[in-house]
């Protein structure tokens, strides 16, 4: 009896939301483009870019949950440089080692040369080395705001974004001009980083500001061992491409079923099972509403999307996502205010609550 109503309780639709760090009108005015991951320790670790009011200078801050994303720490300095902007960020957890990556660019930035910033803690964020440089081998590479992924074989993958124009000499003068191609970084200790693949298209942008090619990969393994990458592109959909040698070559890009335009999608595997979750701007042409479905066939079909968010009017996107230890999937994703200022918010939801809404 008890074992039969504890399945009925794990089978029951959860959801719940609320916020990681409000913008404040000053210090935190600006917070941006979150990710999340669960720690060796089980706790929860949000990276975000955070900037005052008025100011050019952009920092990564990490904010520690210790109940599963309902409550959030005070924000943390992780790398900043001060006469620089430094954003863009992501993690890759490994046990109880954890690295923070950011992409650092000039004030202002003329989209011409990128740096691609680390910093490292091996005791679940209690301690951080300070932050270094990684030598990429593109000019301008943005793009890392997804997680990086240890693979079954032991390896690191991690999705990157690079700008054709600064490869010629040239540059865009706005994001809209930018023609963006999207590989997998692979590394063995998370400093040494290769490149491989080379995936972009040319296609009608459906609004004049979206970018050219496609960028701002989310990447999961399969339960297979294959990778699914699902990128942003200025269509009305989002594209996809996929791996079978664990991110040494890439299949041509194709639509995904994903409809979506100009903004990222986050994706997680569930644990022990073939389940994939996404979350997303499910429109053709918004940055709202921010939706979650669900696939069971490695990302061929996908479940209605559940709305987890919709302002109708200012944007709720660049979502984070993982799986907590209880269970329970913990998307965080900006919210964009009247004032110019955004919060960081959070979203706990199960799989149930996904497919069927029960």
């Known amino acids: 009896m008890v074992?039969?109503?504890?399945?009925?309780?794990?089978?029951?639709?959860?959801?719940?939301?609320?916020?990681?760090?409000?913008?404040?009108?000053?210090?935190?005015?600006?917070?941006?483009?979150?990710?999340?991951?669960?720690?060796?320790?089980?706790?929860?670790?949000?990276?975000?870019?955070?900037?005052?009011?008025?100011?050019?200078?952009?920092?990564i801050v990490g904010a520690l949950s210790e109940d599963g994303g309902r409550t959030w720490g005070a924000p943390m300095m992780l790398?900043?440089?001060?006469k620089l902007f430094d954003g863009d960020?992501?993690?890759?957890?490994?046990?109880?080692?954890?690295?923070?990556?950011?992409?650092?660019?000039?004030?202002?930035?003329?989209?011409?040369?990128?740096?691609?910033?680390v910093t490292r803690s091996t005791d679940n964020g209690a301690s951080w080395s300070a932050p270094r440089e990684i030598v990429l081998t593109r000019q301008y590479m943005p793009g890392k705001t997804h997680n990086a992924l240890?693979?079954?074989?032991?390896?690191?993958?991690?999705?990157?974004?690079?700008?054709?124009?600064?490869?010629?000499?040239?540059?865009?003068?706005?994001?809209?001009?930018?023609?963006?191609?999207?590989?997998?970084l692979k590394s063995s200790d998370g400093f040494s980083w290769t490149l491989h693949g080379n995936i972009s298209t040319f296609q009608?942008?459906?609004?004049?500001?979206?970018?050219?090619?496609?960028?701002?990969?989310?990447?999961?393994?399969?339960?297979?061992?294959?990778?699914?990458?699902?990128?942003?592109?200025?269509?009305?959909?989002?594209?996809?491409?996929?791996?079978?040698?664990?991110?040494?070559?890439?299949?041509?890009?194709?639509?995904?079923?994903?409809?979506?335009?100009?903004?990222?999608?986050?994706i997680v595997r569930m644990e022990g099972g073939e389940a994939i979750v996404a979350v997303w701007n499910h429109s053709p042409i918004n940055r709202y509403p921010l939706s979650a479905a669900a696939s069971r066939d490695g990302g061929k079909t996908w479940s209605a999307p559940r709305v987890i968010a919709n302002t109708k009017g200012l944007q709720v996107s660049y979502p984070g996502l993982t799986q907590a230890k209880d269970g329970i999937l913990v998307a965080i994703y900006q919210a964009q205010r009247e004032d110019g200022g955004r919060d960081i918010r959070w979203a706990r939801f199960n799989l149930d609550w996904v497919m069927t809404g029960r």
């Open 79 to 82: 790398i900043d440089d001060p």
């Open 150 to 184: 240890r693979l079954a074989d032991g390896t690191y993958l991690m999705g990157i974004s690079w700008d054709a124009w600064p490869e010629r000499g040239m540059r865009a003068r706005t994001e809209g001009e930018m023609w963006l191609s999207t590989g997998a």
């Open 3 to 59: 074992l039969m109503l504890s399945a009925a309780l794990a089978l029951r639709a959860e959801f719940e939301t609320g916020i990681v760090k409000a913008s404040d009108g000053a210090s935190y005015h600006r917070n941006a483009q979150p990710t999340v991951a669960r720690l060796g320790d089980g706790r929860l670790l949000a990276t975000f870019g955070a900037t005052a009011k008025d100011s050019g200078n952009g920092r």
């Open 89 to 117: 960020s992501n993690v890759l957890v490994d046990g109880n080692t954890v690295f923070v990556y950011g992409t650092r660019t000039g004030i202002p930035n003329t989209i011409t040369k990128t740096q691609t910033m």
């Open 204 to 266: 009608p942008k459906v609004t004049p500001g979206s970018t050219n090619g496609l960028c701002e990969p989310a990447t999961v393994q399969l339960a297979n061992g294959d990778l699914l990458m699902i990128l942003r592109s200025g269509t009305s959909r989002h594209w996809e491409s996929r791996s079978t040698d664990f991110g040494v070559t890439w299949s041509d890009p194709k639509p995904s079923p994903l409809v979506g335009h100009n903004t990222p999608s986050a």
